[in-house]
């Protein structure tokens, strides 16, 4: 069992910054895939990001590429996704999940753990 809380978003103007953490509990941390999703209002949840349970791999889907950096630091049982040059495009809840099987997956049914989210809202 592993239990994600986030934190970190917050209203930033567009071309901000801000840093998401997810802290997870349990030993197995280190084990596990981590993604990040997000949600807007009437959309479906879909795929920002993925690191691998050692962090060597890193999986971003196009739109966010060169502004979200997701790493993680396994000592503090922490994932962070570093959001720059913010759009007002990325407002949504963003989450993060614990794959327990396989390679980091864009899909959000591999994923067997997630947070509450936290809401991130840029304005224009």
């Known amino acids: 069992q592993v239990q994600l809380v986030e934190s970190g978003g917050g209203l930033v103007q567009t071309g901000g910054s801000l840093r998401l953490s997810c802290a997870a509990s349990?030993?197995?941390?280190?084990?596990?895939?981590m993604g990040w999703f997000r949600q807007a209002p009437g959309k479906e949840r879909e795929f920002v990001a993925a690191i691998s349970a050692g962090g060597l791999n890193t999986y971003y889907t196009d739109s966010v590429k060169g502004r979200f950096t997701v790493s993680r630091d396994n000592a503090k049982n922490t994932v962070y996704l570093q959001m720059n040059s913010l759009k007002p495009e990325d407002t949504a809840v963003y989450y993060c999940?614990?794959?327990?099987?396989?390679?980091?997956?864009?899909?959000?049914?591999?994923?067997?753990?997630w947070g509450q989210g936290t809401q991130v809202t840029v304005s224009s």
């Open positions: 349990g030993r197995t941390f280190s084990s596990y895939s």
């Open positions: 999940a614990a794959e327990a099987l396989g390679p980091c997956s864009f899909d959000r049914y591999e994923y067997d753990y």
